[in-house]
Each structure stands twice: as structure tokens, then as C-alpha cells.
């Protein structure tokens, strides 16, 4: 809802976009990957980190912005259904990945919940005032949690760092185009 409104203010989101991407990349680069290297070893971390960001560079690239900050005209392009689709992957992998970080690399663990839920507010807004339909943006984000209760389930095993180390892809990839997006003159409202 307040994504919305805040259409009508684009200076907020000149702010968060590019503090949330910086946070995102900060946390990759600095705190998940290093701790990733030293627990599963970095032939495989870095294969697997190209991976997470070459997947979403494709989607992105041939389906549809993974990225709801970084195409600030989807709505004028009726892209609304698979932007929310994309954000509901999005937030179940943000879930998953906030719980198996608590459990698989406990010293990046509060910095990852940290950038994840600053995260979460410049993606909510901007999937707010891209698509302006305030339900289905919180039913798309409500996967955050059942990608939490899967990481529940799941994470005690010895092969959540695979996945992780994709997660960490996937944070570079956003954190990159929420930077580039905020480097780029905006365009003109309509």
C-alpha cells in the first residue's frame, strides 16, 4: 500500500533502492561467500554463486525484471502477474535463505537477516507502486515465510551450503542492478 502512495514520491526510493542493493552486496561479498568458501570450499562456492547470479541475469534479461526496484514502467507494460510471480521465487528464496544461514553459517547469520529485512523494504515498496495491487504484493511477499518454514524443515542437512552459495549469487545480482538502477537517470513519470 504504501509502495502505492509513494509513487507520487520518488525521492524515497532513490534512497532505499541503492542502500538495499549495497547491503545485499555487502553481505555477499564480505560476510556469506568468505564464510561459504571456508565451509564447503571455493570450487564449489564460486561456480555456485555465478550460477544464482547467471540465473537471474536470464530471467531477467528473457523473461521478465527479477528485480521489482529496476523497471520503475512494468505496470505500463502488463507485467504485473509475472513480477509478482518473480517476487513470490524471490521471497520464498529470501526465506529459505534467512533461516539456513541462522543454522549453516551462524557468523554472517545476523548480518544476512539484517540486509534481508532492510532488504524487504525498498522490494515491497517498489513491487507496490509497479504493479499497484496491494494484496497480491503481500501475498507474493507472504512466501518469505513459507520459504522460512522450508528452511526449517530442511536446513539441518550438510548440503544447505549449495543452495546458499546460489543465494549469494542471487544477492550480487540484485544488489548490483538495485546500485545500477540507482546510477541510471530516472525516467519520466507518466
Not at 537471474?56 to 505500463?76: G, K, M, N, Q, T
Request: charged fraction near 10%; include cysteine.
Amino acid at each position: 500500500m504504501a509502495g502505492a502512495y509513494l509513487t507520487r514520491s520518488p525521492g524515497v526510493s532513490k534512497i532505499l533502492v541503492p542502500v538495499s542493493g549495497g547491503f545485499l552486496l555487502l553481505v555477499a561479498i564480505f560476510g556469506l561467500i568468505p564464510e561459504l568458501i571456508d565451509d564447503i570450499g571455493w570450487l564449489r562456492t564460486l561456480p555456485l554463486v555465478a550460477v544464482g547470479s547467471g540465473l537471474l541475469i536470464l530471467l531477467d534479461r528473457y523473461a521478465f525484471p527479477v528485480c521489482a526496484s529496476c523497471d520503475h514502467h512494468a505496470h505500463l507494460r502488463g507485467i504485473a502477474g509475472p513480477l509478482l510471480i518473480a517476487t513470490a521465487i524471490h521471497a520464498f528464496a529470501d526465506g529459505w535463505g534467512l533461516v539456513a544461514v541462522q543454522s549453516f553459517a551462524p557468523k554472517a547469520g545476523q548480518i544476512v537477516a539484517v540486509a534481508i529485512l532492510i532488504h524487504k523494504i525498498p522490494e515491497g515498496l517498489a513491487l507496490g507502486s509497479i504493479t499497484r495491487m496491494p494484496v497480491w504484493c503481500i501475498a507474493a511477499e507472504l512466501f518469505t515465510l513459507a520459504g522460512a518454514a522450508t528452511g526449517l524443515w530442511l536446513t539441518p542437512a550438510n548440503w544447505v551450503g549449495y543452495p546458499l552459495a546460489i543465494a549469494a549469487g542471487t544477492f550480487l545480482f540484485l544488489g548490483v542492478q538495485a546500485l545500477r538502477t540507482a546510477m541510471t537517470p530516472a525516467y519520466p513519470t507518466p
